[in-house]
Each structure stands twice: as structure tokens, then as C-alpha cells.
């Protein structure tokens, strides 16, 4: 029974909570975030102080990386050797940290990610300015604990007697917080501390004006003040890194892009990787080479273009899909009075500025105890000289070293210190010269003790100290600024060009929704037949395009997409596209009405669209340019059951003709519609009765002098001239187009502005399909019912008239007559 009371019964998630509670406060404290005081995290604090004590310094011959890890274990970081050796390695390079605090002999790795060699092929020291945040640490300056076995003391921080926080940052992740400082400048860093301690009230637009922003150490440019003064203000803020890049000319008209710096923290060898998948993927058009010259003499990473290369273009898309440009986020977490805080630049200066008073004071109180201890020895000293004969009278008549200190101190009033002294001075110590030397010594300590007890009383003559320190730390270690600030963020433009290899390809869309496109190649060789598609389906479109150019595709739903041809499948003409579905979804009733080619979306073009329930919309092209391709967008805005029957490209002065299915026309002028936006819903193009619709819209020049042709659901075609009708206005009824007749009156299916050269497709319910040639048909008035071209008692009624696609070059400049 005895034995079972040892173990308490707990709930698991209470134990795990408090135990994972334990373990967060352990890895915020004391592994992954950095000290606001002397920016360091406590291994690198434990290594610096090791080598310190090792008398590991910058002055004397470098040491086994190995003895120093050991060392660091064994006193007072009991973890892995790797993660010691990782810190260590680290703080000694040079393109992560912008002052290093570690030299190192051999490999320590390379800014392509390579890992350093072992420890114990490499020899490490403390650089000469690590020296400087250990300055003084003898002094007391700092407080000690016990480490982890009670052996020995260490440090809680570093004297520091520069601010290392922010001159060579700190990245790390704990438990619910992360921390991302990055380097800065040491003399504008100096700087801005100065400014801070003479004018406490100095805010972050002033500061600024002398710490302009992070100083990385792999150089580069910073674009974006307005989120390095947000990061300053709050402790967070975005910025944007980019490295050195330029454009050099090279022989043969070629020019290739030079890159000498890379931002910071990118690992070189995968953004080289990354350029030159880029390259083989062809996701860039004028990339010949990618080749790492990186040599000793400096970083150099050379992009060889190809002739005619828009090298700007080039420069861009690298800029806006590698690693050349990176976004780089502000976290200015740090342990502040022993708690993660989220820091403004006013507040990590001031932190450091009171450290500093701190450890200033504590030195002063060290050397001040020093002083008056010896003051007080020398004082003896002087007076034991004055009446040495006595002096040595009454040692030489004691019995040994403790009589004699006791018989001085009965006899002559001298303290126990001072009998100390007196009895274990050496006797060349006696002669006149030491005398004088005594003297000049203890004047020398009234001035110090006298300096010091001002300096104690005084705040003011204490920041001048501190002041004085710092400015000459900036004369020993300043160097120029690496990195470029500029004020504002680039928007970087890729042109279409730069990324699609330009090239002429035939592109195909059928009724049914299969788009493609087939490269000429693969046209010819079949010579324009066995082109694939399903047997009720029907080709809509079928344009010879450059792979630069856009497809705009609207469905009868009012939807539209927006598909650049480069995107397009590349499939062969005898086998069958790729259905829409797959690219962008659609809804199950939706199929296209129209494809439009676009090159240019140009402010003079207008897209006129008609609408089953009478209405007509004219909006220009350039607002269907889109960035999304995903998705398909809104054309129209339709009311209620309303569907989309045609859509038209026009420059704004052509003739608009509508009908509908109880077969009256409208004519009238394009400029009657005035221009809407793209969400608009439209007027009203044609007065409809009950149970009446719109059958076509059709939009065309009427100095061609077209020919108009009807079909009718009873297998009826008929032609007619254009001026059969007047031009009226909009939002009419229009007038007759066919003989009313008393039982089976004909009905529209579709009607259609025709040339010479077209043929139109009749098909009917059975899907049995007829071509029939418009011109073969003479031209009839307003009052007949055409020609019966299909027998729809055996056929089924007429449900669908096209006119039969060729073979498009939209964008070829017409001939000039001559």
C-alpha cells in the first residue's frame, strides 16, 4: 500500500499540457529566440564565452573546431554536438551574418547550401569583434548562474558593447513564436543609439533618417520604405529583396544578364536550378545558357539570351518567378525582461541603451571597489615606508607571518589588509624610487576614485561614456552600406511574349464544347479532312492564330472564357480536342455560341451581343481582358430564362439586323446602342409579342451589299436582298419576312448575313444534315416562303441552320485593290 501512494493519479491531457507548458517556456527562453540585450541565442552565447575562456581570441592561432564544441558541451550546453557546431559554423559566414563572430579555417559551407566540413577537419577562433561583446565581462559587468552541473558559472548575457541584435539579426522558430531580424549597418546602427540616448523621444521617421533599413550581408536591393518604417513602427512589415542584376551586350548582337548579388538567405544553387528548368520548360522564351561563374573572386551567375531576346522581359519574369526576388516579412520577436515580445525599433534601442547603462554602472562600481582597495593598500604602503625601521624591528621580532601582521596592526593602527601587504612586500620594494612610485600611484587613485564616484552620481557623465565607447567601435568596424534601398515597390509586368514561344497554329472549337489547337504541320499533312469530333457535333470556329494571341469563347448562358492559345491542348487534327470541362467548368445546359479571336484587346472594338428575349448589349473589348483563366466570367447580365443567341466583334458603325422566330426583321444602325459595362444587362433591340423570340442578331457592313438568308422549321430556305427593308430604329417590331400563313405557319430557326462564297448547314431533328449554297437561290421579296430544301415529314422538323466555318486569318491585313 505503502509503495502505490508514490504515484499520482492524473488526467493524461492535464500531465501533457503542463509538461508540453514546461518544454514551450524552455525553447522560447533558452534555444530559439535571441536576447534584446546582447541579440544572442544561449548557445551562441555559450560558444562566444567558451572560446573567451579558452582564450580562443582573434590574436592568438586558430583552434580545433572539435576541442571548442567539446568544451561547450561539457561546461555548459549538454545537447548535440551537430547543433553546437551547426550555431558555430553559423556565426562565422560571412553571407548570413553581416559582422562574423566566428573565423574559421577550411569549409563552412558555401552559399549554395553545401554542408561545412566536419569539426575536426576545421579550426575556428573568435573574430576581433566578437572580442568586443565580451569586453569587460571579468568586471562583473553581467550576472552569472550556476550551468547545468554546478560547476561552474556562466553568463546570463554578454556585456555587448555593441548592439548585435540588429547589426547581425536572428532567425529561429520555438514554440508559438517565431523571430525574423534582419542585419543592419553597425555605424547606422551607432547612429541611431546615439540619437536615441540624446533625444529619448526620437520616433521611428526620425531614427530613419539615420538607420535607413537592413544592410544584408549578401548585398542586393531593398524596394519598399513604407514596410521597413512599418516593421521599425510595429515590429512586423514586408519589404521586397531582390538581388544585382544587369543587362551587359555580348558579340553577335546577343546580350546576356549578369547577376553579382542574390537576396538573402537564397540558397544560390537552386535558383540557378530553378532559371534553368525554366529555360527547359520553355516557361521563358529567350534563354540560351544558365551558367554559375562563381569563382574566388566573387559571386557571378551569367543568363545567356538568345538573339532578339526582350532581355528587360527576361530580366522581369526571373525577377517575378525565381528566387532573384523574394519578399522578406519583419518579425522582430525577442526575449524582453524574460518574456517573447514583439519589438518596434524605438524599443529594442532603448533595451540595449539600459544594458548598456547597466553594465556601464556595474563596471564603474567593479573598478571603483578595485580602486579604493588598492587606495587603501598604498596608503598603508606609504606610511609603513615612513617608519620602516619600526616596521622591520617588529617583524623581525615576531614569531611568524601571523604575529606579524597581528604585532603591525597592535602597534601602528594598519589593517588587516594592509598588514597583508606590508608583510609579503618583497624588500627591493623598499628603496627610494618606490616611494615616489607610491605616491604618484595613489594620486592617481584619488583622480580614478574620484572620476568614478562622479561618473556613479552623475547619469549624464554615464551616457558620455557609453556615447564615447560607441563611437569608437564605429571608427574600428564601420564599413560602407552593401544593400540599396529604393522607396518604392516595382510592379513587375511579364509581356506575353517573354514567356510563349510565338508560333502560327490553327485553332478549332466545336458547337459541342472541344477546343484544340493543331499545328499547321499536322493540318497539311491531312490536308484540312478526318477532322475528329463527335458525330452530332459540328465544327463552330476554325482560326489560324499565333500561340500569343487570346480566345475569347461565349456561351449562351451569358458566361464567357478567357483562353490565351499557348494554354490551349496541342493535339493533331485527326484526333479528337480536348472537351471544355476539362479546362474550365461549365453548367450542364451551357454549349458555345461564339469564338472570338482577340490579339489586341483595342479601346475602338466593341462586342455586341443579342439575346433570345429581345435585348442587345454593346460593351467594349478591352473590358473582357481577364487575368483569370480558371474560371469562366460574366458577359451579360441575363433576366430570368434568358439565353445569349449571338455575339458579334464590331468597331462601333456597322448595320445590326435582328429577327425573330415569327419571322420579322429589324434593321437598324449599331450607333442607336450605346456602350455598357461588362456586367450591364443591355436594351431592347426588338419589340416581341407573347410566345415570340429572338432567333439572330447579326452585325455587318452594309456597303458589302450582303445577302440575307432564312430558314424555316419547315425545311424552307430563302434569300433576300438588303434592301427589301428600311433602316429604321431599335425597339421595334420590325415588318414580314415570310407569307402568314392560316395552319403550319413557318416558323424561324435562324437567319444569316451571307457572301458569294458561304454555304449554310441545315440540319434537322433526326440529325440528318444539309448543305445548302445561298446563292444558288435567286433573290425573293418580303412576301414569299422561300424553297423547300428538306423533307422534314421523313427528316423531322428543321432545329438548327449554321453557316459552315472556313478556314480563318483574322488577323491578315486584307489586299489593297490596286
Known amino acids: 500500500m505503502a509503495e502505490a501512494e508514490k504515484f499520482l493519479d492524473l488526467p493524461f491531457e492535464e500531465v501533457l499540457g503542463d509538461r508540453f507548458g514546461r518544454y514551450s517556456k524552455y525553447i522560447i527562453q533558452e534555444r530559439a529566440l535571441p536576447d534584446t540585450r546582447d541579440g544572442l541565442k544561449p548557445v551562441q552565447r555559450r560558444i562566444l564565452y567558451a572560446m573567451h575562456q579558452e582564450r580562443n581570441t582573434f590574436d592568438k592561432p586558430y583552434r580545433k573546431s572539435a576541442k571548442t564544441v567539446g568544451t561547450v558541451i561539457g561546461n555548459y550546453h549538454p545537447h548535440g554536438d551537430t547543433s553546437v557546431y551547426d550555431a558555430m559554423v553559423r556565426l562565422s559566414q560571412t553571407w548570413k551574418v553581416r559582422n562574423p563572430l566566428v573565423e574559421m579555417h577550411g569549409n563552412n559551407g558555401s552559399v549554395d547550401g553545401d554542408p561545412p566540413a566536419a569539426m575536426r577537419y576545421t579550426e575556428a577562433r573568435l573574430s576581433s569583434i566578437s572580442s568586443e561583446l565580451l569586453r569587460d565581462i571579468e568586471k562583473e559587468t553581467v550576472e552569472f548562474i550556476p550551468n547545468f552541473d554546478d560547476t561552474i558559472e556562466e553568463p546570463t548575457v554578454l556585456p555587448a558593447k555593441f548592439p548585435n541584435l540588429l547589426v547581425n539579426g536572428s532567425t529561429g522558430i520555438s514554440a508559438g513564436y517565431a523571430t525574423e531580424i534582419p542585419p543592419h549597418n553597425l555605424g547606422e546602427v551607432i547612429d541611431a543609439v546615439i540619437m536615441r540616448i540624446d533625444k529619448p523621444s526620437a520616433g521611428v521617421p526620425e531614427l530613419m533618417t539615420k538607420l535607413s533599413g537592413p544592410d544584408f550581408p549578401t548585398g542586393g536591393t531593398i524596394q519598399g520604405i513604407d514596410g521597413i518604417r512599418k516593421a521599425y513602427e510595429t515590429g512586423k512589415g514586408k519589404i521586397v529583396v531582390r538581388g544585382r542584376a544587369e543587362i551587359q551586350k555580348v558579340r553577335g548582337g546577343r546580350e546576356q544578364i549578369i547577376i553579382d548579388e542574390i537576396p538573402y538567405e537564397v540558397n544560390k544553387a537552386s535558383m540557378v536550378k530553378r532559371m534553368d528548368e525554366l529555360r527547359i520548360d520553355r516557361k521563358v522564351e529567350g534563354i540560351a545558357e544558365v551558367r554559375d561563374e562563381t569563382d574566388r573572386t566573387g559571386l557571378r551567375v551569367v543568363v545567356e539570351l538568345k538573339k532578339d531576346a526582350n532581355s528587360e522581359g527576361v530580366l522581369n519574369y526571373l525577377f517575378k518567378h525565381t528566387d532573384l526576388q523574394i519578399s522578406y516579412n519583419f518579425n522582430m520577436v525577442a526575449i524582453h525582461d524574460r518574456t517573447p515580445t514583439l519589438l518596434s525599433l524605438p524599443m529594442i534601442l532603448d533595451a540595449y541603451i539600459a544594458h548598456q547603462r ?192 487570346t480566345i475569347l469563347l461565349f456561351t449562351n448562358l451569358g458566361k464567357y472564357l478567357y483562353l490565351p492559345v499557348h494554354k490551349l491542348p496541342d493535339i493533331r487534327w485527326k484526333d479528337l480536342g480536348q472537351h471544355i470541362a476539362n479546362i474550365v467548368q461549365l453548367e450542364k445546359e451551357e454549349y458555345f455560341v461564339e469564338a472570338i479571336p482577340v490579339r489586341a484587346f483595342k479601346e475602338d472594338r466593341f462586342l455586341v451581343f443579342f439575346t433570345k428575349n429581345g435585348m442587345v448589349k454593346k460593351s467594349e473589348l478591352s473590358l473582357y481582358q481577364a487575368q483569370r483563366h480558371s474560371k469562366s466570367l460574366v458577359a451579360i447580365n441575363l433576366k430570368g430564362d434568358d439565353e445569349v443567341v449571338d455575339v458579334h466583334m464590331t468597331d462601333g458603325s456597322q448595320s445590326i439586323f435582328v429577327a ?151 488577323f491578315e491585313e486584307p489586299e489593297q485593290e490596286i
Request: overall charge negative; glycine content about 4%; aromatic content about 6%.
Open 358 to 549: 547597466n553594465v556601464v554602472t556595474r563596471q564603474a562600481e567593479y573598478d571603483l571597489r578595485k580602486a579604493k582597495k588598492r587606495a587603501h593598500i598604498v596608503e598603508g604602503l606609504i606610511k609603513a615606508i615612513s617608519i620602516l625601521d619600526e616596521v622591520i624591528a617588529t617583524i623581525r621580532a615576531s614569531k611568524d607571518k601571523q604575529d606579524a601582521k597581528q604585532q603591525l596592526i597592535a602597534k601602528y593602527d594598519f589593517t588587516e589588509v594592509q598588514s597583508e601587504a606590508i608583510v609579503t612586500l618583497q624588500l627591493y620594494r623598499l628603496t627610494n624610487t618606490d616611494i615616489t612610485l607610491l605616491q604618484k600611484e595613489a594620486e592617481e587613485l584619488r583622480k580614478q576614485i574620484e572620476y568614478l564616484e562622479k561618473l556613479l552620481n552623475n547619469q549624464h557623465e554615464l551616457m558620455k561614456v557609453i556615447k564615447a565607447d560607441l563611437r569608437s567601435m564605429k571608427k574600428k568596424y564601420n564599413d560602407p552600406r552593401l544593400t540599396q534601398i529604393e522607396e518604392q515597390v516595382e510592379e513587375l509586368k511579364v509581356d506575353l511574349e517573354v514567356t510563349v514561344a510565338s508560333e502560327d497554329v490553327l485553332v478549332s472549337v466545336t458547337k459541342d464544347g472541344y477546343i484544340k489547337r493543331t499545328s499547321l504541320r499536322s493540318y497539311a499533312a491531312s490536308n484540312g479532312e478526318d477532322f475528329a469530333m463527335k458525330e452530332e457535333d459540328h465544327i463552330l470556329r476554325l482560326f489560324e492564330m499565333n500561340t500569343t494571341d
Open 660 to 810: 425573330s422566330n415569327k419571322a420579322y426583321g429589324l434593321w437598324f444602325h449599331e450607333e442607336e446602342i450605346n456602350p455598357v459595362g461588362q456586367r450591364a444587362a443591355g436594351v431592347k433591340a426588338m419589340n416581341l409579342k407573347d410566345d415570340d423570340i429572338l432567333v439572330s442578331g447579326q452585325a455587318f457592313d452594309e456597303a458589302d451589299d450582303p445577302s440575307l438568308i432564312i430558314t424555316t422549321h419547315r425545311g424552307a430556305v430563302k434569300r433576300m436582298r438588303l434592301k427589301e427593308f428600311d433602316r429604321t430604329s431599335r425597339a421595334k417590331r420590325g415588318v414580314i419576312m415570310l407569307r402568314e400563313l392560316k395552319s403550319n405557319p413557318h416558323r424561324l430557326v435562324d437567319l444569316h448575313v451571307v457572301k458569294n462564297t458561304d454555304n449554310v448547314m441545315i440540319k434537322s431533328v433526326n440529325q440528318e444534315t444539309l448543305a445548302v449554297h445561298p446563292m444558288d437561290f435567286k433573290a425573293n421579296d418580303r412576301y414569299s416562303n422561300g424553297s423547300y430544301v428538306m423533307d422534314t415529314e421523313q427528316s423531322g422538323g428543321v432545329v438548327e441552320a449554321w453557316i459552315k466555318p472556313e478556314y480563318e486569318k483574322p
